[in-house]
Every structure is written in C-alpha cells, then in structure tokens.
C-alpha cells in the first residue's frame, strides 16, 4: 500500500512558477513509477508526466520545455517544477504510482489545486 499527499498548488500569474511535491509513504518507493496528472474542469484527466524507478522521463507535449518531473528516492517524495505558467494549465494536479510490471497507476494523491490567471 502507498499513500501520496500533493502540495504546493496555489493562485498564481501568467509567467509565474510553481513547483509541486508529492510525498510516499512505504518502503519501496524507489520501485515504483510514478506520474503527474491534471484534470481541467470539463476535461478528461490527462498525463502531464512520468518518471520511471530508474529515471527515464516522459513529457506531454503541451508542456515540453516548461514543466521538469524528478524524484529523490531518499524522500520518498516527487517533484514537478512549472514554468511559464498559462491559463490553459489551470487545473488539479495529482500524482499517482504504478508499481514495477504493472500497466496501471494502481494509487492517487488527493490533488492540489494550480490556478493561473492572465
């Protein structure tokens, strides 16, 4: 069992920062895949991001260039920096874990709210 509490949400200005963090509890955090959400209100939750048990990372391609996931096994925690923030990123981001050799994320943070205004 893993359990993921998101911060660092918040209200912020077009071109502004902000970086969220995800912590894990359990002992094998360091196998686990993990992944950045977002949903938009009146959208389909989509996949901003992934970072693998050894590193490798996936980005969508709205947000290439601006948004940067990492993780530090000895935390147990995740990060996602956002950069150049845009209306269009306004949503709840959430952070989920896929354990090694499964296809799904099998456990979800409660989400924090990122809200971007022009």
Partial sequence: QVQL???GGG???AGDSL???CAASGRTFSSYNMGWFRQAPG???ELVAHISNVGITYYVDSIKGRFTISRDNAKNTV???LNSLQPD???IY???ARGPGKTRYDYW???TQVTVSS
């Fill in 79 to 81: 990060y996602l920096q």
């Fill in 43 to 45: 959208k389909e939750r």
């Fill in 109 to 111: 943070g409660q989400g």
């Fill in 5 to 7: 509490v998101e911060s």
């Fill in 11 to 13: 209200l912020v200005q």
């Fill in 89 to 91: 990123d306004t949503a």
């Fill in 19 to 21: 970086r969220l963090s």
């Fill in 94 to 96: 959430y952070c989920a």
